[in-house]
């Protein structure tokens, strides 16, 4: 399968737990979204990047949460001190450089209980 | 003010017939791109179209097509032929500039339902 792949599907973790999801763009694809999405919700923007350059971050983004893409393939999202309105899915996107679109991952559904 | 609206939080449509979902966007951009996506229960959110705001003929996409409007700035998603997989969630969303990042706008989503 040569998509965007996220991982693991599914998380349920303690408040005040930290977590990290992985995400893994489609080979050759230089820029790479994370999107958190709440029930009930469309998707919104976190950050982007393009290679490992972090070039944008959503208000949405806390001092507790942190992205990296350190070789500009995979990325990771952490959530330190975890709380339960973090409970969402978080969806990663991939898209080449010349872009009119961007595929998403099947997420990662994270439950803080 | 939503920079996405979509009114419709659920619709109903008869197999092989044809559903409008509707979409509105609020933009001071002349340069912006419109996408639809479809994300059924599985989560994964699957491109299906996408507009943008210089294109003057509506896109289309095998059985998706766009009526863009763009005095009344409303992107109208039409699925012609429906089918009972076409049953998810279809989010309308909008990225602003034509160029740079990816940052889409998403609206809440339309819930649709294809009856047998």
């Known amino acids: 399968d040569t998509g965007v792949s996220q991982d693991p599907r599914h998380k349920i973790t303690k408040r005040g737990q930290n977590v990290t999801f992985r995400c893994d763009p489609i080979s050759e694809h230089n820029r790479l979204y994370w999107y958190r999405q709440t029930l009930g919700q469309g998707p919104e923007f976190l950050t982007y990047f393009q290679n490992e350059a972090q070039l944008e971050k959503s208000r949405l983004l806390s001092d507790r949460f942190s992205a990296e893409r350190p070789k500009g393939s995979f990325s990771t999202l952490e959530i330190q001190r975890t709380e339960q309105g973090d409970s969402a899915m978080y969806l990663c996107?991939?898209?080449?450089?010349?872009?009119?679109?961007?595929?998403f991952g099947q997420g990662t559904r994270l439950t803080v209980v | 003010a939503q920079k996405i609206t979509q009114t419709q939080p659920g619709m109903f449509v008869q197999e092989k017939e044809a559903v409008t979902l509707d979409c509105t966007y609020d933009t001071s951009d002349q340069s912006y791109g419109l996408f639809w996506y479809k994300q059924p229960s599985s989560g994964e959110m699957i491109f299906l179209i996408y507009?943008?705001?210089?294109?003057?003929q509506n896109a289309t996409e095998g059985r998706y097509s766009l009526n863009f409007q763009k005095a009344r700035k409303s992107a109208n998603l039409v699925i012609s032929a429906s089918q009972l997989g076409d049953s998810a969630m279809y989010f309308c969303a909008m990225r602003e500039g034509l160029a740079g990042s990816y940052q889409l706008t998403f609206g809440k989503g339309t819930k649709l339902s294809v009856i047998p």
């Open positions: 507009q943008g705001s210089y294109d003057e």
């Open positions: 996107a991939s898209s080449p450089e010349s872009n009119t679109e961007a595929f």
